[in-house]
């Protein structure tokens, strides 16, 4: 088991950071360049949603994103922070037929994650939320 | 990080996307996409041989104006996706909306086709 950590300002410049730390990490497991791509989106959409929507771009805010790496289970993301508590479960995707005829630009980052992850867990306490993501994938 | 140019041919506009589009640089292709459209272009390819990352950032200003393309009978295609990306457009089915060729001649003819 193996376990990967980074911080960042919550700063719309720092997802390129980001994908960058999940892609160097997942790429020493033996997946191949899709699927490393696949689940840097997913943790990229989560971050990105985070950083936009519960923190409004503050760079004096952070989250914290945990990698851990299990062999013969799969990949588990845990990501961080103290703004408001947003559960992605709760979230009712619209569908993209919707989303078209609305011409909107937004509300397709989270129907990316969950088709990408096997489970998505959210958690919040007084202070911290911690969203978990499992994604069955054979890492060597 | 992102890069962005249109280049004339014809009656074709070709944008050219390189580098990432995600929620901080998507807005860039927005504009762009825009800009040609204002200046009323009827068909527009999107090379994406050196689109290194897309997000639903940048899926969400394509479909943004796929009803937009078809209202003003705009004919478009993308080129040129490596298979990562194109892997995002079909996560989400996109790729039964947007036309996706292999080659610009491939997007090409297929623009001419709809004529």
């Known amino acids: ?140 | 990080m992102i890069e962005i140019k249109t280049i004339p041919e014809g009656d074709i506009s070709t944008i050219k996307i390189v580098g990432d589009v995600d929620a901080s640089s998507s807005i860039q292709l927005d504009n762009e996409i825009q800009k040609v459209t204002e200046q009323k272009a009827t068909k527009i390819l999107f090379d994406c041989e050196e689109l290194n990352y897309i997000s639903s950032a940048g899926l969400g200003v394509f479909m943004s104006y796929i009803q937009y393309f078809e209202e003003n009978d705009i004919k478009t295609g993308l080129f040129g996706l490596t298979d990562k990306v194109q892997n995002v457009f079909q996560i989400l089915g996109l790729d039964q909306l947007l036309y996706i060729g292999t080659t610009k001649e491939e997007a090409k003819s297929h623009i001419d086709e709809q004529l």
């Open chain 1, 1 to 140: 088991m193996n376990n990967y950590n980074y911080k960042v300002p919550c700063s719309k410049d720092k997802l390129k950071e980001i994908r960058v730390f999940v892609s160097k990490t997942l790429s020493k497991y033996g997946l191949d360049e899709v699927e490393v791509s696949t689940l840097v989106l997913a943790i990229d959409e989560v971050c990105a949603n985070l950083i936009i929507h519960s923190h409004n771009c503050n760079p004096q805010e952070f989250i914290e994103v945990n990698v851990l790496v299990e062999r013969g289970k799969g990949v588990t993301f845990q990501i961080t922070d103290t703004g408001k508590g947003f559960d992605i479960n709760d979230y009712q995707e619209p569908t993209i037929d919707e989303l078209i005829k609305k011409q909107r630009k937004g509300g397709i980052g989270l129907i990316l994650v969950k088709k990408i992850m096997d489970r998505i867990e959210f958690k919040t306490s007084s202070k911290k939320n911690t969203c978990r993501l499992f994604k069955k994938i054979n890492v060597i």
